[in-house]
């Protein structure tokens, strides 16, 4: 019973449950720490999680891929952060009222991935 109390407080508080996350931070804001920042030039397939993510999310338009080989499929499987999707998230960062950097960092990870 003391290991739940324990466990208890450290989600109302600011005292971290045994093996749980820091101080005042959530087990989700802890993953976001450890999630990469993605910059254009990056090419790895965090970019593709990116991508993926703009589109599911609705903020990749058809012109986006209709030039691409393989259409939205090869727009979706490529792993290149290029100008075109560093505006793209701008465009997302914009509509999220964040501030819009082209960059996915620790603020744009939880509403790309809506955590």
């Avoid at 397939?45 to 499929?73: M, N, S």
């Avoid at 499987?77 to 701008?90: F, N, Y």
Wanted: hydrophobic share 40%.
């Amino acid at each position: 019973m003391t290991d739940f109390r324990a466990a208890v407080a450290a989600l109302v508080g600011d005292t971290p449950a045994p093996g749980g996350p820091g101080p005042g931070g959530s087990w989700t804001e802890d993953i976001v720490k450890q999630l990469p920042l993605v910059r254009l030039g990056d090419d790895n397939f965090d970019v593709k999680t990116v991508r993926g993510c703009l589109f599911a999310r609705g903020h990749v338009p058809p012109a986006a891929y209709a030039q691409v080989a393989d259409g939205l499929e090869g727009w979706l499987t490529s792993t290149l952060c290029d100008d075109q999707l560093v505006e793209l998230v701008r465009g997302f960062q914009q509509a999220e009222g964040l501030e819009a950097d082209g960059e996915v960092g620790p603020l744009t990870w939880p509403p790309l991935l809506r955590i």
